[in-house]
């Protein structure tokens, strides 16, 4: 029997982040022909709302507050509740992003209810869903459901695929006031840093280097590589202490973790922090000029050779072949 899904849509500058569709497409098959409902905060745009329709929500609730335009877990999660509290869901998709790690617990936590985090695929079995996760930095995957009551997962982007953008659907867009109250904390202001190209989590490629850049300005050619294929740059720990470049991109256990369809390592040397963070990726190239680099033990494709001059080469050839 069909049963109604709620998904938290979450908006980065403007635009709903491709994992809300994501959570949708994974939604529907959960709701097994219920209804699938997109959940927005803040005062966001109608056009935000008709994007989660487009992708498979039957109807979207735009919860209204005036302490709901930045993210705080205290208004955030009495703003969710609210709406859990009128709808009833039997489901609660997230994507597993930093606002989704951090609310998810919590409203489970208030409903008591069960949570799956970081699920990477989910096979439905009967009325049952069973979900999948890697454990152990990556190096196993467990199969987990939830026994009783509310559904409720995180997905890790770039996992599930979305459903087919359909511009000719339509639902109801349902604007809600909720109530907010007793914060303890209140964002006054965010100072945003620069930041260029594509979202690194969220990346088709990335192309990420180590210690063996050996310098800022030897991180350019990969930016340039990673320009070129319409990736993102990221990189190791190891790059990052050694100032070369910014933690923000800090792929790994204490760093973001990806899952691009293609991931270039360039100078890393595959410590198991590092391919806690990226091994999930679907095709992993390594550039290394030691042919007993820990990271030749996962990658598909593997060159052995010195980046400075493997990386120019690519970006010769990528650009002769111009498909990107
Ligand atoms: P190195 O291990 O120094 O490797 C550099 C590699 O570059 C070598 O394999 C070398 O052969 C190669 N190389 C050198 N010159 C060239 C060249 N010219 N051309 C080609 N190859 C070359 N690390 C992370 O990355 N992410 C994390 O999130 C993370 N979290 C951690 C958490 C904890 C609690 C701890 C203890 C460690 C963590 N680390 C993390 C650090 C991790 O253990 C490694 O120290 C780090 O990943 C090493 O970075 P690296 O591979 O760039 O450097």
């Known amino acids: 029997m069909g049963k109604k899904v709620l998904v938290l849509g979450e908006v980065r500058q403007g635009e709903l982040r491709n994992v809300s569709f994501e959570a949708i497409a994974a939604a529907k098959q959960i709701s097994d022909g219920g209804e699938v409902v997109g959940l927005l905060l803040g005062n966001v745009s109608q056009s935000l709302a008709d994007s989660m329709i487009h992708y498979g929500a039957d109807r979207v609730i735009i919860?209204?507050?005036s302490n709901?335009?930045?993210?705080?877990?205290?208004a955030y999660s009495q703003a969710v509740m609210q709406v859990i509290e009128n709808e009833n869901p039997k489901g609660i998709i997230l994507g597993h992003t930093s606002i989704g790690k951090d609310i998810s617990p919590r409203i489970?936590?208030?409903?008591?209810?069960?949570?799956?985090?970081?699920?990477?695929s989910f096979e439905m079995i009967g009325e049952q869903v069973v979900f999948t996760r890697p454990i152990y930095s990556g190096k196993a995957f467990e199969k987990k459901m939830i026994t009783d009551g509310l559904i409720m997962a995180t997905i890790r982007p770039n996992n599930i695929s979305s459903l087919q953008k359909n511009e000719t659907r339509s639902g109801e867009v349902i604007t809600m006031d909720v109530d907010i109250k007793d914060l303890r904390t209140i964002v006054k202001d965010v100072v945003r840093k620069a930041t260029t190209g594509v979202d690194l989590s969220e990346a088709k490629i990335v192309v990420a280097g180590g210690r063996g850049v050996k310098s800022k300005d030897g991180f350019k050619p990969l930016q340039e590589l990673a320009d070129l294929l319409g990736?993102?740059?990221?990189?190791?720990?190891?790059?990052?202490?050694a100032e070369y470049c910014d933690y923000?991109?800090?792929?790994?256990?204490?760093?973001?973790?990806?899952?691009p369809d293609l991931y270039i390592a360039c100078g890393i040397s595959g410590a198991i922090q590092h391919v806690a963070g990226m091994s999930n990726s679907k095709v992993i190239v390594a550039i290394n000029k030691d042919p007993e680099a820990n990271i030749f033990s996962i990658a598909d494709y593997g060159i052995v050779g010195d980046l400075y001059e493997v990386?120019?080469?690519l970006i010769e050839e990528f650009k002769s072949v111009a498909v990107y």
Not at 108 to 120: C, H, N, P, V
């Open 63 to 65: 919860a209204h507050h």
């Open 68 to 74: 709901l335009e930045s993210y705080t877990s205290d």
């Open 108 to 120: 489970a936590a208030k409903l008591k209810s069960g949570l799956i985090s970081d699920t990477t």
């Open 231 to 241: 990736g993102a740059l990221g990189a190791s720990r190891g790059a990052c202490d």
């Open 248 to 259: 923000s991109i800090q792929i790994g256990q204490t760093g973001k973790v990806v899952t």
């Open 311 to 313: 990386i120019p080469l």
